[in-house]
């Protein structure tokens, strides 16, 4: 297989291909910890799945990995930056996923939250009343179907508000709407540029004492803050200004483990995209943890953080190429495609970096299909296997 040297060349290196683990299937969702794996999409074989094409999804192979996610005791966070939201996948697809997705949920006895944004504006600066608008038509469809809502972060509200207290007002507004306590998601500028000074300042201590102070004014209707600045320092600091009852969902792709497991006084619960491409050692982790066996949590998780931090690796906002790549190789989805032609964000050594580092986690429940499926895909791509 292809992998990169220190001096950038490439070189063909032979992988000796592990035995699968035989991970612990969990009972229920976990106890000690609340956690929400962002699920991604399929889509459908013979779609035009290309650049600016509307989304066209494989209905069956979508929601049977959300049945996976369910079965492992994961609550699910739908139509969330995972599933594409603002890179292939639009309003229309983005709607009926999240009904079809609650509508599992519910047959199941599943955990579901809904990103709740406003993408269904175009691009560029509005009125804050249209955004305003346009988040509250997006929370009634979530809320109607039973998922709890996630309010995401807004390119348009980044391009509108002119200082923090526009971003108090709106957001106070949405919370004060609520049928019950929402997830507040901050999402970092290395995850989408577009949201660069989010909170009213590029100073990231003065936009996270806005964002505490909107917390404080609002928790009752607060469940928990999801926070994807991959900063555990910052993420520690921010937990133990939050008041009590309002949880921390780790979005931190790249310290997870330590966050989760926390510092004996706080700790983080977990939404995280990894855990879509990790399900199956993410559930066996919490299974340890909630038996208070920490080492054994970190022996199953700590892993998988490399192969994690080479999926979220720069340009980060192209990780769901690595999500998706992880389930095709494990036979999830038939071929290894996305939507809006996203399947070529990411190189064929990348890729191979992305198997290499999956079964040496143990991620790979089928390693020998996965190296197959890898031989086939890098022959296309003009390496011999």
């Known amino acids: 297989m292809p992998r990169r040297g220190s001096d950038g060349s490439v070189e063909l290196v032979e992988h000796a291909v592990h035995e699968p683990v035989a991970w612990e299937v969990p009972s229920g969702p976990a106890r000690s910890r609340t956690v929400f794996a962002a699920a991604h999409v399929v889509p459908r074989a013979g779609a035009e799945n290309v650049p600016g094409a509307v ?9 049977a990995f959300r049945r996976r996610l369910f079965s492992l005791g994961l609550g699910v966070a739908e139509a969330m930056d995972t599933a594409q939201r603002g890179m292939g996948l639009d309003f ?4 009926e996923l999240v009904r ?3 509508a599992e949920a519910a047959a199941v006895g599943g955990s579901i939250a809904a990103g709740v944004g406003t993408d269904q504006l175009a691009p560029g600066p509005h009125g804050l009343d249209v955004v305003r608008a346009a988040y509250e038509e997006q929370l009634a469809i979530v809320e109607d179907t039973g998922a709890q809502p996630i309010l995401m972060a807004s390119r348009h509200l980044a391009a509108s508000a002119q200082g923090p207290e526009e971003y108090l007002t709106l957001y106070s507004g949405l919370l004060s709407q609520v049928r019950r306590p929402a997830v507040l998601h901050w999402l970092g500028e290395v995850f989408d540029p577009a949201l660069a ?5 590029r100073d990231v201590a003065a936009a996270t004492d806005t964002f505490v102070e909107l917390v404080r004014a609002n928790a009752a209707h607060v469940d928990g803050v999801k926070v994807s600045l991959l900063d555990a320092d910052h993420e520690k600091a921010l937990r133990a200004r939050l008041p009590e009852g309002v949880r921390l969902y780790t979005g931190d792709d790249f310290n997870y483990p330590d966050l989760i497991q926390g510092d004996g006084r706080f700790h983080s619960d977990a939404l995280l995209g990894i855990f879509a491409g990790i399900a199956n050692v993410a559930a066996a982790a919490l299974v340890r943890l909630d038996a208070g066996d920490v080492t054994g949590f970190r022996a199953a998780l700590d892993p998988t953080v490399p192969l994690a ?12 190429a690595g999500i998706a790549f992880l389930n095709w190789l494990d036979g999830r989805q038939p071929g290894y495609a996305m939507v809006g032609g996203l399947h070529s964000a990411r190189s064929a050594v990348h890729q191979a970096e992305t198997f290499r580092l999956a079964d040496e986690a143990g991620v790979l429940g089928d390693p020998d299909l996965a190296a197959r499926r890898l031989r086939d895909y890098l022959a296309v791509h003009g390496f011999p296997v």
């Open 309 to 320: 931090r080479h999926v979220f690796g720069a340009p980060t906002p192209y990780y769901k």
């Open 100 to 102: 079809r997705s609650a």
């Open 92 to 95: 229309a697809a983005t709607t």
């Open 197 to 201: 000074g989010y909170w009213g300042s």
């Open 55 to 63: 989304a066209d999804l494989d209905w069956d192979a979508t929601l």
